[in-house]
């Protein structure tokens, strides 16, 4: 199924929609529908119980802050991204993507001159128009603050940024020391050129991201079992040719002298978006950022990709981001950052360890994994339980009985103290099983004449399709 076909299909299952459809959309912005609000939802909190431990603590930054908050980070003078525009018509496209997408070359990192360069020599055009010059365009929204002229801010670009300007007051509020994390889920803006491949890249999305602020000179210990598990990698020497991703095992990392905080994380997230996300690991691998695509805070980035219809993409990434943020921060605001080693009793500035994905890009990758469709044109979305919009269905057998109404929801209200639960009684018993399966949702409950007498309801299992007659009071899932 390619991104168009399966926009539709969400559209048609209330799970994501274009904002303002009524009025043609709005490019790079979607409205999530009652099933689509639901996983959302559900996806954000199998992240934070992911992340429920002793030495990380949650944060929620303001979408609008200090400007100077963006100048210190740098993203004023270089957040942006290549752009081109068509002589005639004056059409917009991102550079790297109109590279990519017509030499079939990767071009992320790619500087103005390297793909002017290109453009020229390929003699290249959009639609029959030559272009003008590669431009810089920035992708921070400005907004006006208060009722003086002048006063300008921006929507933030990412949520990282709050966390390190907040750095000290967090740092004494929680009591914490290196090593420890803060975690934050929340909107954030880029006014990007070309949004497309529906919810994969916006301009209004969500961020799913921790700061792990270490110590410079202190790892963490990995087990062997991490350092033996296997994963595939598409490693900076074979970028750029037609080779394969290749297996190694995390020890790979090691040997290339990747910090092991980052290695570690890079383990638990991958195996967060196996075991707790149900995601294939034959859909996913791992990408080294070649050396000039590295961001200039980073000394080693890796992506966590997953095969999407439209290819391998980026869903996570993790940076080791020095302490470039946190030094920018105090050289611009005067904030203390420094830290006191208690064995040592030195001063040291922390270095940061970033793992970070956007929500709508792993919600995506979930479904997409989910998806199935059999000969008949049966939809099933295998969604895991952790993630599901609801875990079980409670269908009673006819909708035209009072008394077997009455059964159907004394089982919905003994039910829903502890799940999530729907209540379906449009149509055919048949056609309500098809519509649960469609709904990801992966127990349904029968209430049928017999449940009057033996106490008893009919389990049916999404992914097997097994029935098993169960008392109502042993239900447990």
Partial sequence: MNIEDFATFCKKKGIAFRSADAYGGYAGFYDYGPLGARIK????????KFLDRRNIVPFDGTIVTNPKVWEASGHVATFGDLMLTTVKTRTKVRAD?????TLNIAADGMSADEIQTLINKHKLQYNGEDFEPVQQFNLMFQTQVGAVDGNTAYLRPETAQSIFAQFALIKETS???PPFGVC????AYRNEISPRDFLFRLREFNQMEMEFFVHPEKG????KELLATPI???SEEHQGSNADAEEYTFQWFIDKGVNTWQV???????????????????NLRVREHVGKELSHYSSATFDIEYKFPFGFKEVFGIAHRGDYDLQAHAKHSGMNVTVVDDATQKKFVPHCIEPTHGLERVMLMVLFEAYSEDDRGHVNLALPVSVAPFNIAVLPLVKNKAHLLAKAEEVFTLLKECYSVSFDVSGSIGRRYARADEMGVPYCVTVD?????????????RDTMEQERVKIEDLSF
């Fill in 41 to 48: 939802r559900n996806v954000v909190n199998a992240w934070l």
């Fill in 175 to 177: 009591r914490l020391k």
């Fill in 184 to 187: 934050q889920v929340g909107k």
């Fill in 232 to 234: 595939s990698v598409l």
């Fill in 264 to 282: 570690y994380w890079l383990y638990e997230y991958y195996h967060f978006y196996v075991n707790t996300l149900g995601v294939s690991s034959e």
């Fill in 97 to 101: 993507h109109f590279i990519e997408e």
């Fill in 220 to 223: 963490c210990e990995l087990s």
């Fill in 449 to 461: 004449f017999e449940s009057l007498e033996d106490g008893c309801v009919t389990v049916r299992d």
